[in-house]
Nanobody, 127 residues
Framework: VQLQASGGGLVQPRGSLRLSCTVS????????IGWFRQAPGKEREWVAT????????YYTDSVKNRFTISGDNAKNTVYLQLNSLEHEDAAVYYC?????????????????????WGQGTQVTVSS
């Protein structure tokens, strides 16, 4: 099983990036995917999740209306579109998976909810 995150890079404030999380060994039909981020000296923070059961999407308040999570089951890939980036969005972004049957909105923000993790991809916001 592997989750491969990619798409990070250097972007100016108010710029955009699209991150990808490609999974192998599991399918997006059965696994919900979440994105987390971790800035230096800070705890890992939940960003967004897409549910495998009904496609519902969930976001942390600070990224609502700026970030969009979506999935392409045929490509086994989940995307995180980052728009209107701010300096505070700079971090290493990680994708994680949890069996869709076990996803609970009450604990959706907790890294402990997710059983599989990919390596991170760095997002740097700088002018």
């Amino acid at each position: 099983v592997q989750l491969q995150a990619s798409g990070g890079g250097l972007v100016q404030p108010r710029g955009s990036l699209r991150l990808s999380c490609t999974v192998s060994g599991i399918t997006l039909d059965n696994y919900s995917i979440g994105w987390f981020r971790q800035a230096p000296g800070k705890e890992r923070e939940w960003v967004a999740t897409i549910s495998s059961t009904d496609g519902s999407t969930y976001y942390t308040d600070s990224v609502k209306n700026r970030f969009t999570i979506s999935g392409d089951n045929a490509k086994n890939t989940v995307y995180l579109q980052l728009n209107s980036l701010e300096h505070e969005d700079a971090a290493v972004y990680y994708c994680a998976a949890v069996n869709g049957l076990w996803l609970r909105t009450s604990t959706i923000k907790s890294p402990l909810q997710y059983e599989l993790w990919g390596q991170g991809t760095q997002v740097t916001v700088s002018s």
